[in-house]
């Protein structure tokens, strides 16, 4: 019977879980008839994008908020491609600023950007997104509404062929589900600058705690930092309409590298929430890849492995279902049970990347 005494280790994991997909049953999309006059600046930091960053300003010229109440803020991250040439000769933006980062990294680049805004609410993205007309409208209206400090907005990749595209995008949902859930249950966990709202003034004041010494991290930090403002407002803005689409890392060495990067960001959080769910996430993987090992040597362990692989399953089924059937991908669920037995390899293996790089880059 001892060999079942690991399985009590998976419970916080589905407690935890579990209550993610309570508060994720309470969405309810964001409807408005019309959007206020509220001047909003939209920051864009990007580096060698002068292939993607065009076809977004496109997104965002073709808006239905007015054009005399946005600008765009391109801020070129010293790029050494035509990055800067390309923003710079985009005409069709009525209020469109382009500069150059005046130091390195990205925080900086936003961080260049929010100076040069002349709203006093800031919507960022990134270069290889895609919008949808209502974006803005849909995103101030919103902010209009509920007057938050920050709001976090959804964002979709956009979809392609494949199990490796397809285990993307299947645990990209499953990180917008949390995003989503902990957000409607009061604790926000995670955000994506990809689609990220604030105002300047909340900006400021807690950019002091944006530990410029880590590249990336500019959304989290940013997040839990608002946390602790007593008073601060954080929520979820559910709706088609606020959504981003994101382009897909393209290789498998730059998909790890990214995951590891945002691993490494967790050395230094200090939200109990956030540690809390990192912590958690962890320990099934282990467990389920330490029960497969031991079934090679002892049969007594196969059924442990069925039990935790199964209960793990429950859960992450049920977020997905829910995320991917709200972002209108119901299909991406055939891939949910091969996705489920690669999962535990890909995030112990990206745990010991990290792990061994021991930085942050």
Do not use: Y
């Given at each position: 019977m001892m060999q079942w005494l690991p399985a009590i280790f998976i419970i916080p994991y589905i407690i935890l879980l579990l209550r993610i997909y309570r508060s994720l049953k309470r969405a309810k999309p964001f409807t408005f008839f019309s959007a206020p006059h509220v001047p909003v600046s939209v920051i864009i930091p990007c580096r060698n994008e002068e292939r993607s960053l065009t076809a977004l300003l496109t997104d965002i010229s073709f808006q239905d908020y007015?054009?005399?109440?946005y600008e765009v803020i391109v801020i070129d991250n010293n790029s050494t491609d035509k990055t800067f040439r390309a923003a710079s000769e985009f005409k069709q933006i009525k209020n469109i600023?382009?500069?150059?980062?005046?130091?390195?990294?990205?925080?900086?680049?936003?961080?260049?950007?929010?100076?040069a805004a002349s709203s006093g609410l800031i919507i960022t993205t990134d270069a290889d997104c895609r919008?949808?007309?209502?974006?803005?409208s849909t995103i101030v209206t919103f902010y209009h509404q509920h007057q938050a400090d920050l709001i976090i907005a959804p964002v979709k990749i956009i979809s392609g062929k494949g199990f490796p595209s397809k285990f993307q995008e299947l645990?990209?949902?499953?990180?917008?589900g949390v995003t989503a859930g902990?957000?409607?249950?009061?604790?926000?966990?995670?955000?994506?600058?990809?689609?990220?709202?604030?105002t300047k003034k909340i900006y400021y004041k807690n950019d002091g705690n944006l530990h410029p010494e880590i590249p990336s991290g500019d959304d989290i930090f940013l997040l839990h930092s608002v946390k602790q403002q007593a008073g601060?407002?954080?929520?979820?803005l559910e709706s088609p309409e606020a959504t981003i689409n994101t382009a897909p890392v393209t290789s498998t060495s730059a998909f790890l590298k990214q995951r590891s990067r945002w691993l490494a960001k967790s050395r230094v959080y200090k939200d109990s929430a956030t540690i809390l769910l990192g912590t958690v996430t962890l320990i099934p993987?282990?467990?389920i890849l330490f029960a497969l090992a031991a079934s090679f040597f002892n049969s007594i362990f196969?059924?442990?492995?069925?039990?935790?692989?199964?209960?793990k399953s429950i859960p992450d089924f049920l977020i997905l279902k829910n995320t991917t059937s709200r972002y209108g991908n119901a299909k991406l669920m055939k891939w949910f049970v091969p996705a489920q037995l690669f999962y535990p390899f890909y995030v112990t293996g990206v745990a010991v990347i990290t792990l061994l790089k021991g930085r942050y880059r």
């Open positions: 007015p054009p005399a109440l600023k382009v500069i150059h980062n005046s130091g390195s990294g990205k925080k900086e680049a936003v961080r260049c950007g929010i100076d919008a949808g007309e209502k974006w803005i645990e990209f949902m499953g990180l917008q902990t957000a409607l249950d009061g604790n926000p966990t995670m955000c994506n600058g990809a689609n990220l709202a604030f601060s407002r954080i929520l979820w993987s282990l467990l196969i059924p442990l492995f069925a039990v935790l692989f199964l209960v």
